[in-house]
């Protein structure tokens, strides 16, 4: 069945992806798709980035089929073998590009709402989504306007309790930071961006940069702060702007790392493609009456426990989508150099060749 929202006259939207390896379990009724379609057409059109055509759009963002990347497969352990990651464990709904004073923490809680929430408890006040699980990946880019490209996904089916995306949301923030895996691919872009990234680099994020993980009673968020690492600054600092000609794919998943957790799944992917740094929407920060809940908490939107940290980073505003993947993947390659990672997470892995 088709996924996407029935398009505007002046949107593009791009095919559906699909997968050979989708297990039935991942497979929803008829009705369940309907549903799950009722609630997030709104929520996929009402970003700030539109939703364009996989192979032609720009200025916005698609989904990748999950195939193009290669994850570790059923022998990993045995062979070193990496297989296409076939479907995702959850859909996409929506990307927000965004830009502040100040860092954007925990944008699922925020006490003004959010726009994915309010779109999910509308469904819910109509009998619709009534199982959604959301999750929300937070890329912060500091600088003196701060931005944030927030992912979000959602996972209608129940997740298994042992399975290792329940043990990810459900574990704390050592097992979180010991498993959340980047792969990203250079789709469209000069050489320079191509000979600087590579393809199909693969780096632990959370034992590369600081992750703050906000937990709440049908979500997870995850918010990735680029300007935690020194040696992700400098290179983010000084790398070229080249934004407005590259598309950049990227998935996340939790790493498999004993042979019962194999194959890997991914839980979400995202192309940006040539995206215009001005098209960010400008959100106020939340500095008066709101903090920010513990990220080791199970919460409720509007509760307060911590108060929200402020960046202040050095780096200009003017970063781009080309900077934020050469620092992921140089990054893991460099990070000897910081004391963050260790083993085979020294370097980023060329997914099909180890």
């Given at each position: 069945m ?19 390896s ?31 055509d ?13 195939n193009?990347?290669?994850v ?14 076939g ?28 726009r ?9 006040r109509?009998g ?9 990946i ?58 600087a ?11 590369a ?22 040696v ?17 794919d990227?998935a ?28 960010a929407?400008?959100?106020e ?45 140089l990054?893991?390659?460099t990070s ?19």
């Amino acid at each position: 069945m088709n996924l996407h929202c029935r398009p505007d006259d002046d949107e593009d939207l791009s095919s559906p992806p699909t997968s050979s390896s989708q297990t039935s379990s991942s497979v929803a009724s008829s009705e369940e798709e309907e549903d799950f379609l009722d609630w997030t057409c709104e929520a996929r059109r009402g970003g700030s980035l539109k939703e364009v055509d996989l192979e032609r759009g720009s200025r916005g963002w698609a989904s990748p089929p999950g195939n193009l990347f290669q994850v570790r497969g059923a022998n990993y352990f045995a062979k070193k073998s990496k297989v296409p990651a076939g479907d995702w464990l959850s859909k996409p709904v929506g990307v927000d590009w965004l830009r502040s004073s100040a860092r954007l923490d925990h944008i699922l809680g925020r006490s003004s709402g959010n726009r994915i929430v309010k779109s999910l408890e509308q469904a819910h006040r109509s009998g619709d989504g009534l199982k959604t699980f959301l999750l929300a990946i937070n890329l912060q880019v500091p600088g003196r306007d701060n931005h944030s490209a927030v992912f979000y996904y959602a996972v209608e089916q129940p997740i298994v309790p042992g399975s290792l995306l329940h043990k990810f949301i459900h574990g704390d923030d050592e097992f979180r930071n010991g498993r959340f895996k980047l792969i990203n691919r250079i789709v469209k872009g000069p050489w320079i961006v191509r000979a600087a990234v590579g393809n199909h680099a693969a780096c632990l994020l959370g034992r590369a940069l600081t992750c703050r993980y906000w937990r709440g009673p049908n979500y997870l968020e995850i918010d990735v702060d680029i300007g935690s690492s020194t040696v992700a600054s400098y290179i983010l600092h000084l790398a070229l702007g080249y934004v407005n000609s590259v598309s950049v794919d990227m998935a996340f998943l939790v790493e498999s790392q004993s042979e019962d957790e194999l194959p890997e799944r991914l839980m979400g992917a995202v192309r940006i493609a040539q995206i215009d740094m001005k098209s960010a929407v400008f959100v106020e920060p939340e500095l008066t009456g709101w903090v920010a809940p513990s990220p080791t908490t199970t919460i409720t939107p509007g509760t307060s426990q911590e108060k929200c940290a402020m960046s202040s980073s050095p780096l200009q505003s003017n970063l781009s989508w080309k900077k934020l993947s050469r620092g992921f993947s140089l990054l893991a390659h460099t990070s000897k150099v910081a004391g963050k990672v260790d083993d085979e997470h020294t370097r980023c892995e060329k997914n099909g060749f180890e």
